[in-house]
């Protein structure tokens, strides 16, 4: 937790640092910022300093209000023009345009080092432009970690491991074509139930982000942080509201924005730190590391062709991720 403290420190002191030079006559601006994390306290934390350092690299004339909402009623908001920002879920920008799928491909990145990379690549740029005819836009992303697997007592290590196993996850969504690969069962259920279902052998285990280890309850056999998934989250500003903004004001934005996605990718390693260590500490789990990542990758290579062969546009989004990791 003093890491985590600490590192909100650096945040807010780093992101609220002034914009050099004399202050200019630029129209001031008020933008209103939806926050639809409204449980995750370091990214209203990200949030509010992001807001500050607006204020400030805009010389005072960009004023960015946050305010809590759910991400339905944010996204409608946004779409008619009465909010300005907010920070929508990768699920939503899959419903919005297919080529965001490439983010799910299971194994799809061999670190998280690889994902941040592709994050703030040419390749997520073009992405963030694909929903300028609905009437905004991407600026920058937040990361939402790693998904993996957790079990009550197989310890897994290879993709025979999975073998037979039912695994329960509150996102069929993103792993289902994973786990039916590696021979186990997708068993769909909500995400409080899991415990549950684990602790009275309805399901051998879970998958989810290593953050749900600060919800689990019970005793667990191993963690495996394999990292299959690393999905981001996305904020979207309107067109409406970047064209209300100079150039120089928008240049301060979007330079305060990747700022706040730098910063927030500290908030979360040190975050799935403690989750890992509450698995441990709270749960009694065994960390399984050692696994064989190319294995699991190539196993899932049936997943990658079934997204070929489907004339899917994220498919070519995935090709181009691959490549640049070369």
């Known amino acids: 937790m003093k890491r985590i403290l600490a590192l909100t420190l650096c945040l807010l002191s780093l992101l609220s640092l002034a914009a050099c030079g004399a202050k200019t006559a630029e129209e001031p601006v008020s933008l209103t910022f939806a926050n639809t994390l409204p449980d995750d306290k370091y990214a209203a934390d990200a949030l509010g300093a992001f807001a500050d350092a607006v204020w400030e690299a805009t010389d005072q004339s960009v004023t960015v209000a946050v305010q809590e909402g759910d991400e339905q009623t944010a996204l409608d908001a946004l779409r008619a023009g009465t909010i300005d920002m907010t920070v929508l879920s990768y699920e939503t920008m899959c419903a919005l345009h297919e080529e965001w799928k490439a983010y799910s491909m299971p194994y799809l990145f061999p670190r998280r080092e690889e994902c941040w990379d592709a994050m703030d690549s040419e390749i ?18 937040l990361d939402a970690g790693a998904r993996c697997f957790y079990t009550a007592s197989k310890k897994i290590t290879e993709p025979a491991d999975l073998q037979g196993l039912r695994i329960g996850t509150a996102k069929p969504e993103l792993v289902r074509d994973l786990i039916e690969t590696m021979g186990a069962e997708c068993v769909p259920m909500d995400y409080d139930a899991i415990p549950a279902a684990i602790a009275a052998g309805e399901i051998d285990g879970a998958e989810d982000n290593v953050l749900a280890m600060f919800d689990y309850t019970g005793d667990l056999g191993y963690l495996i942080y394999d990292e299959h998934v690393r999905a981001p989250r996305v904020v979207v500003i309107s067109n409406a509201a970047l064209e209300r903004l100079s150039d120089n004001q928008r240049a301060a934005l979007r330079d305060k924005a990747f700022e706040m996605s730098e910063y927030y990718k500290a908030f979360r390693v040190g975050y799935e730190d403690e989750g890992r260590a509450e698995a441990q500490d709270e749960h009694g789990a065994e960390l399984v590391r050692k696994i064989d990542r190319e294995a699991f990758r190539a ?25 640049l990791q070369n």
């Open 299 to 323: 196993a899932c290579a049936p997943v990658y062709e079934a997204l070929r062969e489907s004339g899917s546009p994220a498919a070519a989004v995935v090709e181009n991720l691959l490549a």
């Open 124 to 141: 997520t740029q073009a992405l963030y432009a694909l929903t300028a005819d609905e009437g905004f836009v991407g600026i920058t992303w």
